[in-house]
C-alpha cells in the first residue's frame, strides 16, 4: 500500500473519533444541564445493579425497640482471677494452668515483691461479676470482663485504678457471682461480732459508686462476707480465745442497710478475728500476736446457740499474746503470717501443729525484737503450674 493512501486511512480514523467525542461532549453537556437526564441515568444504572447482584433480604426490619446488657456481648470464658494482699488484680485464662499444684507463691517475682501474695484466687467466668466489700460496709461491683488480662507472672493492675473505693477503705472480702439468685444468702460479720444475712439478689444492681451492704456502727469495721446456702453452721472467734459455733438458720435475713444482730457476746475491749462457714471437713488455724498457732479440728466446737459468749479455743496468756487470726485450713494450704513491721512468712499446714481446743499452740515463727503479729491470711492456691 503507498504511503499516502496510509495517511489518508489515519486522517480518516481521526475524524470519526474526533465526531464521537464531540457527540459525547454533547450529551454530557445536556446532561449536566438537565437534573432530570441525571435522575434518569442515576435510576437507570440502579436498575442495572440490582438486575446484576440483587438478591432477598437477609435481615428483618422491625419497629420494636429492645434492650441489651453489654455483659451478654462479652465472650464466655472461664478465667482464674487473682487479688494479691497489696491490692493488685488480674485475670488469667485457665488455659494457661496444666496442673493442679500447691500455691501461695509471690504475685510476682519473690525478688521484687516478696513482701505480696495472692490472697483471693478462684475461677469465675467472664461473665460473672465480683462484689467487693469494704471495712466501711460498702460493696462494689466489678464485672470480671473488665479485668486487666495478664500472664501467670505478672502482678496486674492496682484495684483502686479499677474501683473507687473512697479514701481509706479496705477491701475485707470478695465473691464471685454468677447469679444473683434469692435462694442464696450472704453472711456478714463485724469486728464487734454483729452477724447479719441477707438475700443475694438484693445486690444485683450495684452503682458505680458503690451502695451499702451493712451499717457499720462507729468505731466497728466489716471484717467477711461470705456466700452460702443458708444450712450450714458458722464458728466466730476473738482476741482472747474464745470461739463459738451455731446455726446460721439463727441469723435472721435482712436489708441491706440493717446493721444486724448479736452473734457473740464480748467481754470489755475483746473482738472478733475471724468466721468460718462450716461446709466440709477442716481444721481452724489460729495465731497469735506473739506467733502461737496451732490447728483445731472444727469438728472439736460444740454447736450452741446465737449470741452466747462460747467456749474456749486457745489459751490466751502473756506468753501467747492475744488472737490476731481464724482461719480454715485444708491440707496443702498455706498461712501467711504478717507482721507490723511489715514482714511476711509463709508457713505450710503441715508447720502448724493439730491441738485441742484449750492448748496455747507452738511458736512458729521468730520475731524481732519490738515486733508482733497483725495479722494471718490464707494464701491463695493456684489451679495449676507449669
Known amino acids: 500500500m503507498r504511503l499516502a493512501r496510509l495517511t489518508s486511512l489515519e486522517h480518516d480514523e481521526l475524524r470519526k473519533q474526533l465526531a464521537a467525542l464531540k457527540k459525547q461532549i454533547a450529551e454530557l453537556e445536556k446532561l449536566l444541564g438537565s437534573e432530570k437526564r441525571q435522575l434518569n441515568l442515576l435510576l437507570k444504572e440502579l436498575d442495572e445493579i440490582v438486575d446484576k447482584f440483587g438478591d432477598d433480604r437477609r435481615t428483618t426490619i422491625v419497629e420494636e425497640e429492645a434492650e441489651f446488657e453489654v455483659e451478654s456481648l462479652v465472650a464466655q470464658e472461664d478465667v482464674v482471677v487473682t487479688l494479691s494482699h497489696n491490692g493488685y488484680i488480674k485475670r488469667v485464662p485457665i488455659a494457661q494452668y496444666r496442673r493442679r499444684v500447691s500455691g501461695g507463691r509471690a504475685a510476682v517475682g519473690a525478688e521484687r515483691h516478696a513482701e505480696d501474695f495472692l490472697e483471693h484466687v478462684f475461677v469465675a467466668s467472664t461473665t460473672d461479676t465480683l462484689l467487693l466489700f469494704t471495712d466501711t460496709g460498702q460493696v462494689h461491683a466489678l464485672p470480671v470482663s473488665t479485668v486487666p488480662e495478664g500472664g501467670r507472672t505478672t502482678r496486674g493492675r492496682a484495684l483502686q485504678q479499677l474501683v473507687n473505693l473512697g479514701k481509706g477503705a ?167 503470717v504478717i507482721s507490723a513491721k511489715g514482714a511476711a512468712t509463709r508457713l505450710s499446714a503441715d508447720d502448724i501443729p493439730v491441738q485441742g481446743r484449750a492448748t496455747q499452740g507452738k511458736r512458729v515463727i521468730q520475731l524481732d525484737a519490738g515486733d508482733r503479729v497483725v495479722e494471718g491470711a490464707r494464701a491463695g492456691q493456684e489451679p495449676g503450674g507449669d
Not at 269 to 275: E, L, N, T
Not at 278 to 283: C, G, K, L, P, Q
Open 170 to 336: 479496705r477491701v475485707t472480702a470478695v465473691v464471685p457471682v454468677s447469679e444473683f439468685s434469692e435462694d442464696r444468702v450472704l453472711l456478714f460479720l463485724t469486728r464487734s461480732g454483729t452477724v447479719k444475712r441477707t438475700t443475694l439478689d438484693q445486690f444485683a444492681n450495684v452503682r458505680s459508686g458503690g451502695i451499702t451492704a451493712i451499717k457499720v456502727a462507729p468505731g466497728d469495721a466489716l471484717i467477711d462476707v461470705q456466700l452460702s446456702d443458708g444450712t450450714n453452721d458458722v464458728v466466730l472467734v476473738t482476741r482472747s480465745g474464745r470461739a463459738i459455733r451455731f446455726p446460721e438458720t439463727e441469723i435472721p435475713v435482712l436489708g441491706r442497710t440493717a446493721q444486724g444482730v448479736r452473734g457473740m457476746q464480748l467481754k470489755g475491749k475483746d473482738a472478733v478475728v475471724g468466721m468460718v462457714v462450716v461446709r466440709r471437713e477442716a481444721t481452724l488455724a489460729t495465731l497469735t500476736e506473739r506467733g502461737y498457732a496451732k490447728r483445731t479440728p472444727i469438728r472439736d466446737y460444740p454447736v450452741q446457740r446465737r449470741g452466747g459468749m462460747g467456749t474456749i479455743t486457745l489459751d490466751v496468756s502473756d506468753k501467747s499474746g492475744p488472737l490476731v487470726s481464724a482461719k480454715e485450713i485444708l491440707p496443702g494450704d498455706e498461712l501467711v
